[in-house]
């Protein structure tokens, strides 16, 4: 079969990314396929339906793939289900695609065109006819966020069919495979027809199957991604995919979906489906004007005259451009006013901080290094945070002053406009928990600051402890190896490698009196503010520094014993006990075989503050240490 | 070096390898085109450059709004 690609113009171009930023800025919106309006705009520009469904499918798999990721750390996913549905989708997909190849070789691109057109045609009826439906009920309704399993979902999980059944996380019972079968497939069989699977696939999971809607829609990201990938694969085996079409929609689309994301939390949810409703009516209309123009290529009808059939097309263009500029409007306006609020509240807002730091805090300490009066606790809740809870309090009541807590509920903007009952329900475990730690501090004497807030964990400890000037964050570290913690390296990781302030690390059932102390040195300006921070705690403490450095081998040995002995007599200068010995070996076994052997209650050292790229090629030596470690690890930036 | 003026840093590396990415699409693009017009085992070039473009283009996106000061709603109850 011939295959032909579209010459790009630059007006094509900039038609495309602008097609594709909008398209992205509806998906982020209202959650799901922009491919509605990205499919018909290629057909309006003269790419052929298949080559239209391809190439809009292969910009979708990866952004499935990294949104899927995403939703994961909220514990929203249903990877078995996602799973189990992709692969049946895939059969649908295969299907899907090869009825699509099929209807081309026999009725030519007029044909493929119409199929299209008529599966769009019907679906949007149903589904957007159905969506504004919801958006009026939610308008009315006093409990719009209510959910619970309808009849149809009771029955299925109600049915038991010997050897087909499987336990699903997300609906909390077993349900039989041959319920999901067929639901997968149809999911498949309509992304390889429209490139939008996720219209059968989420409301099927919902209403068929009785999974939350909002696990629904972050599982259907795994099966968009499984199948998505598949139908790519496959189209592209048959050199469908014009790979420029695809990145250049990419392009826009990545800018839109952030800001679409964005938008939804400055709108109430019901506007969301008003949106989706509206555009999805007028992408139909427009497809539906331009059904008579394939009859007639196909001659199934009475041959229309070439200026009517150019005319049609042009208000079918028309109309397809109008569902986006009132897409586009209602989110940008939306986000514009919204904005304008928040900045108005940014005062309120502010107030959100502890209290600001005193005059006097600084008292009788010169080096910022060695001050540990302002001593940010982060808890969340676990047991991984429990020890750093009983030590953030001996320390603050051994230091004076107050002991600030925050807790930070994991959340971002899609999150947060998907999953506000969720959320408010974290936000409020989380206060109590706040609450807890409030209690057992004041059994101990010591006062308490409370903050709550949401968004990337990391980020925002490291925000408020870098706003409210905190000398020391008090963490907990989590053990065990899930996949996704080790790419993207955990919380403690993440705040050490970021924030300005020194991090005690404390792991599960580990305590410091200060009383056995090893520091490890290197030489950089990094260990020195980790000695200063040695010697203040000996100091509190009245203990020793066992000053430590590692050389590779004993060879290197003797180059790197004045680095240790510069330390221990600088220390000792300053009325601080101290002893210098070298280790051999790789740092981080040789520090901690040396804590075991000395049974030191605290590890003290520098970190040279590694992110990103760097940190994974490099690697960083303290967040190794506190990998090994029994005991806490106090890290000096 | 200043907070505001690291995530500017963060912003950029990925852009710039973004653009340099687009770049090369654009200059290459008979080229490519032809190969993933050959089908069947080529299918491989259009799938790879869909998924190293949507993990770096995303991740200069990702930033993106952040960096101009668009956020999301922090008062939304």
């Known amino acids: ?637 | 070096m200043s907070k505001k003026s690291g995530a500017l840093a963060s912003l950029l590396m990925p852009g710039l390898l973004s653009a340099v990415l687009y770049l090369l699409l654009y200059l290459y693009s008979p080229l490519i085109l032809e190969w993933s017009g050959r089908g069947g085992w080529y299918f491989a070039i259009p799938i790879g450059i869909a998924f190293l473009f949507s993990i770096v283009h995303g991740t200069f996106t990702g930033r993106f709004w952040d960096v101009v000061g668009i956020k999301a709603n922090p008062l939304k109850k």
């Open chain 1, 1 to 637: 079969m011939e295959i032909s690609f579209l010459d790009l113009s630059l007006a094509n171009v900039a038609f495309l990314f602008v097609v594709g930023f909008v398209g992205g800025l509806v998906s982020g919106f209202i959650g799901s396929g922009g491919a509605f309006v990205l499919t018909p705009a290629m057909m309006s520009m003269g790419v052929g339906a298949i080559m239209a469904v391809a190439s809009n499918m292969c910009h979708k798999f990866p952004k499935a793939l990294v949104g899927s990721i995403k939703r994961h750390r909220y514990g929203q996913v249903d990877v078995k289900l996602g799973v189990v549905m992709g692969i049946t989708a895939e059969a649908g997909v295969l299907i899907g695609a090869d009825v699509q190849q099929y209807i081309r070789e026999a009725f030519g691109k007029a044909g493929s065109n119409l199929y299209v057109s008529i599966v769009f045609v019907v679906v949007l009826a149903i589904v957007g006819g159905y969506v504004l439906r919801d958006a009026i009920r939610m308008y009315r309704s006093t409990e719009p966020d209510r959910e619970e399993a309808g009849r149809l979902a009771r029955w299925v999980q109600s049915v038991h069919i010997p050897g087909t059944m499987m336990h699903f996380k997300s609906i909390g019972t077993d349900v039989s495979l041959l319920f999901i079968a067929p639901l997968g497939f149809a999911t498949g069989m309509l992304a390889a027809t429209i490139a939008v699977g996720g219209f059968i696939g989420v409301p099927a999971m919902m209403y068929v199957l009785g999974v939350p809607g909002l696990m629904a829609s972050a599982t259907e990201l795994v099966v968009a991604f499984v199948m998505g990938m598949g139908g790519s694969i496959k189209y592209a085996w048959s050199g469908f995919v014009d790979i420029r079409l695809a990145m250049i929609i990419l392009a826009g689309s990545l800018f839109g979906i952030q800001l679409g994301a964005i938008g939804t939390t400055y709108v109430k949810p019901y506007m969301v489906k008003v949106v989706m409703g509206v555009i999805m009516l007028l992408v139909l209309l427009s497809r539906g004007i331009e059904i008579p123009v394939y009859l007639s290529d196909l001659q199934w009808i009475s041959t229309l005259a070439p200026e009517t059939a150019s005319r049609l097309s042009t208000v079918s263009f028309g109309v397809l451009i109008l569902a986006l500029a009132v897409g586009a409007g209602i989110v940008l306006k939306a986000l514009w006013a919204g904005r304008r609020d928040a900045l108005r509240e940014a005062d309120a807002a502010s107030a959100a901080q502890f209290s600001p730091l005193p005059a006097e805090s600084a008292g009788d300490q010169l080096s910022p290094h060695g001050r540990l009066s302002r001593i940010l606790l982060v808890t969340d809740g676990s047991e991984f945070s429990d020890s750093a809870t009983q030590q953030a309090i001996a320390l603050t009541r051994r230091c004076g002053g107050t002991l600030h807590v925050l807790s930070v509920v994991a959340s971002n903007p899609e999150y947060e406009s998907l999953a506000q009952p969720l959320l408010e329900k974290e936000r409020q475990t989380a206060l109590e928990r706040l609450e807890a730690v409030r209690r057992s501090a004041a059994r101990d004497g010591v006062e308490c600051e409370l903050l709550l807030r949401h968004g990337e964990v990391y980020r925002e400890i490291v925000s408020v402890a870098d706003e409210s000037r905190m000398d020391l964050i008090v963490m907990g570290r989590r053990t065990g190896t899930d996949l996704v913690r080790v790419m993207v390296g955990g919380t403690t990781a993440q705040v050490i490698g970021h924030t300005d302030s020194a991090v005690l690390v404390v792991p599960r059932g580990g305590y410091t009196e200060g009383s056995q102390l090893l520091l490890a040195v290197d030489g950089s300006r990094h260990s020195d503010a980790a000695a200063a921070l040695a010697a203040a705690v000996a100091r509190q403490c009245g203990s020793t520094i066992n000053a430590v450095t590692v050389a590779p081998d004993e060879g290197a040995a003797p180059s790197a014993r004045p680095v240790v002995e510069r330390v221990a007599r600088l220390l000792n200068e300053e009325g601080v006990k101290s002893d210098a010995r070298v280790l051999t070996g790789a740092p981080d076994v040789a520090i901690a075989g040396e804590a075991e052997r000395i049974g030191a209650d605290l590890i003290v050292m520098g970190s040279h503050g590694r992110t990103g790229l760097d940190r994974l090629l490099v690697g960083s030596v303290s967040e190794r240490v506190i990998g090994r470690v029994a005991c806490p690890v106090l890290v000096a930036k």
